[in-house]
């Protein structure tokens, strides 16, 4: 459902409480702000705590684990990147964030390694089919769940970064015809098109997008100098799917970095009134625990 135009009293909120270090205050973080996704799982415990405590933060209304990292080079060679986390305690907190906070969990696969590839039709078959059963609903006997039996994730997030674009058409229909509600989500550059990213979004599977106003590279960062215009391309171009803007929660991350004042100026006040807006996709949980980026008390 498309979120009506900023009422005037709201926006004033907004822009003091973005002027006072703060995104929003957490009971309307899924009204006009949208909705905020939070990347989560590239640090320690120690460091950006655990799933449970990011989902009980109330800022968050989808968490993103990240990541997914080796496929489709072996077949049957799969792994989990979670940094550290400890993975059987994981399980317990996603049922705890799905259940009694109302968060949706996303598995991210790919990331900004290089140990992933999907070089044919059948490794494509293959990823679907390790996904579904060990991280989805399948359950198939046999099949390793590294959160355990009972915890399944809500869906994956393409977060296509290193190799070649093959196959990825051909694993987001196959993980879409699973059925059973299997949320699909893809994290793409600033640039539009995402040349890896793009015959998967053809496909026309995925209910969101978000797009990285950050990265490196000289055409990312002519992307991001008109990131607002950049940003409304993906808008355009996937009317069906909720497109979020995807941003870095401290400068110490990316010279990208959007302070809170210049993100409601440069972009909020826009883009909150495109039908397909979807809210703010933030990475990572660490440095926005750190750096306070979205609010949290």
């Given at each position: ?36 996704a ?43 990147d ?75 997030d393409?977060?296509i ?29 600033c ?7 793009e ?12 797009v ?50 210049d993100?409601?100026?440069e ?23 750190k ?7």
């Amino acid at each position: 459902m498309a979120l009506p135009p900023l009422p005037f009293a709201l926006a004033a909120a907004l822009l003091l409480t973005i002027i006072s270090g703060h995104l929003a205050a957490p009971a309307t973080a899924d009204g006009y702000v949208g909705g905020l996704a939070i990347y989560w799982g590239r640090h320690a415990d120690a460091d950006e705590g655990t799933l449970r405590q990011a989902c009980d933060t109330g800022r968050y209304t989808t968490v993103i684990i990240t990541f997914y990292n080796v496929f489709g080079y072996h077949p049957g060679n799969y792994n989990l990147d979670i940094s550290g986390h400890d993975v059987t305690a994981v399980g317990a907190d996603i049922i705890h964030c799905q259940k009694s906070r109302n968060v949706t969990i996303l598995l991210a696969i790919g990331g900004y390694g290089g140990g992933y590839s999907l070089p044919t039709s059948q490794s494509a078959a293959d990823v679907a089919d390790n996904l579904w059963n060990a991280f989805l609903a399948g359950r198939r006997a046999g099949v390793s769940r590294p959160f355990g039996h009972d915890a399944a994730v809500d869906g994956v997030d393409f977060f296509i970064d290193q190799g070649g674009a093959d196959h990825y058409d051909e694993l987001a229909r196959r993980l879409h015809g699973y059925g059973a509600g299997v949320i699909l989500t893809a994290t793409t550059r600033c640039s539009y098109p995402d040349h890896r990213l793009e015959k998967a979004l053809a496909t026309k599977v995925f209910d969101r997008i978000h797009v990285r106003m950050y990265g490196a590279g000289e055409i990312e960062r002519r992307c991001v100098i008109s990131s607002r215009y950049s940003w409304e391309k993906w808008a355009a171009a996937y009317p069906g799917s909720k497109v979020y803007i995807g941003l870095v929660a401290s400068p110490e991350q990316d010279e990208a970095w959007v302070f809170q004042k210049d993100l409601y100026y440069e972009y909020l006040q826009f883009v909150t009134k495109l039908p397909n807006y979807g809210g703010l996709a933030v990475y990572d949980r660490y440095y926005d625990k750190k750096a306070n980026y979205t609010g949290e008390g």
